[in-house]
């Protein structure tokens, strides 16, 4: 049976735990006193730049979550460029992605400076690595050292990507725009318009923080993730096993497509461990993932590393 091709209902979701506040029990005359209230979340935020500690809740989306920010520093939402965990600095290695550890500190990295870079493409790789902030900024998550883009020491990771040759390209996903560098001609100048993330001087948190390691958001007491549709959950803080599950699906994702995306490969893991063939899960992946075009054999890489995690062979 071919992949892909089979649409089956979609699998029973998951209990959820909204995050709204809820209402003492007694108020608006229809709360019984039995009732057990939804947990309400509080995360404490920062301008990665510096700022006073601001708070936010009631959000189930990145977009959603840049919103309450914004409305706490009295910013606008497109001024934020991407958000980082625990850490002021530009570090992607905790770059907050579709989850968020329970204690996590979030500093918000805002629009700095805007810069005009040419350069020659003498190579056929640039050595960049392109990530996206989930609606609608592209920037730049690695250089590889010694490569064409290493030697020009204006463009820096972190910096968003706006337009590449005069086309703007606000609102691209990360792999659109490192599909069109790609495609750009060897031994032609191109240009790049970059907006790099405001900064300041070194600077601590002001508050306590949860630790994360490598990026990886892990406090022992779960993790909140976020979702573009439907509410937020509250689930487990992933084992050593998944953890390496997912770490092998983003090298495959990085072989198979030319992209490396933690929070791709977590979405794919989750969407196949509790599917029982390769068929369902090549549908969950369909009803899930939908703008994508997975080859097969990649499906296949994908559901192998999904079983090595579920027999704990990882």
Request: glycine letters at 10%.
């Amino acid at each position: 049976m071919p992949l892909g091709l089979l649409r089956k209902k979609k699998a029973k979701a998951k209990e959820t735990a909204q995050l709204v506040e809820s209402e003492q029990p007694g108020a608006g005359g229809g709360s019984l006193p039995d009732q057990v209230p939804v947990r309400r979340l509080v995360f404490h935020t920062q301008l990665a730049h510096g700022s006073a500690t601001g708070r936010v809740e009631g959000f189930s989306s990145i977009q959603e979550l840049y919103v309450k920010i914004a409305g706490a520093f009295e910013i606008s939402p497109s001024e934020i460029l991407y958000c980082t965990l625990n850490t002021p600095k530009v570090d992607m290695r905790r770059l907050l992605g579709v989850q968020i550890g329970l204690e996590d500190f979030i500093f918000a990295h805002v629009k700095g400076i805007k810069k005009e870079v040419n350069v020659y493409k003498s190579e056929d790789s640039l050595g960049l690595t392109i990530t996206d902030n989930g609606i609608g900024y592209a920037f730049i998550k690695g250089i590889k050292d010694g490569s064409l883009i290493d030697s020009v020491k204006t463009i820096c990771v972190g910096d968003h990507i706006e337009s590449i040759n005069g086309e703007n390209i606000v609102g691209w996903r990360h792999y659109d725009v490192a599909k069109k560098l790609k495609e750009l001609k060897k031994e032609e100048l191109f240009t790049l318009k970059l907006i790099e993330p405001k900064k300041a001087f070194e600077i601590e948190p002001r508050s306590k923080a949860g630790k994360s390691s490598a990026g990886k958001t892990d406090t022992g007491k779960g993790t909140l993730r976020l979702r573009s549709k439907g509410p937020a959950t509250v689930e487990e803080v992933p084992s050593e096993t998944e953890t390496k599950a997912i770490e092998k699906i983003d090298d495959l994702l990085e072989l198979y497509m030319g992209i490396r995306d933690s929070d791709l490969a977590t979405t794919m893991f989750e969407a196949g461990k509790d599917k029982v063939n390769p068929d369902e899960f090549a549908v969950a992946l369909d009803e899930t993932l939908g703008d994508f075009a997975f080859p097969d054999e990649f499906v296949f890489d994908v559901w192998g590393a999904v079983g090595d995690a579920k027999q704990g062979r990882l």
